[in-house]
């Protein structure tokens, strides 16, 4: 919810973070479970660079007010790198993802446009089996159209002879 609202302000966001991190501190969570939340609260709460770099500095003097760090300057280094890397791969993904999906869009919405010139109007059906079809079956049922002399003709799948 805090990342919802503070997505535009960066300030607030650092606010939020902060509020998290000296309650996961004063219910005297043990290192081990403070460490997994954080993974999870520097995910979801991402803080630009200016903010993070404070934030880190304000842990560390809360964590030695506390006596308790949750982890050393070496292992905190080591996940900045970590999540740089788990981030880029994160978002290669993502954007990966997004674009094979447009593609299934477009090509969804090309073969429905030629079915329609094609074929008129079209059934439910159809509208329901391309919306859950994947790429290879668009590829193979925009092959089909070409032979085929009914709407659902394009939609069976060749005999053997």
Known sequence: LKAKETRLDPQLRYQAKWQIVRRLYKKGHDREYIEKLMHFVDWVLHLPNDFHKQFLDELTDFE????????TSYERIGMERGMEKGMEKGMEKGMEKGMEKGMEKGQQRVLLNQLQYRFGQIPEWVNNKLSGADIDAIDDWSKRIFNATSIEEVFTPERVK
């Open 64 to 71: 030695e007010e506390m006596k308790m760090p949750y982890m």
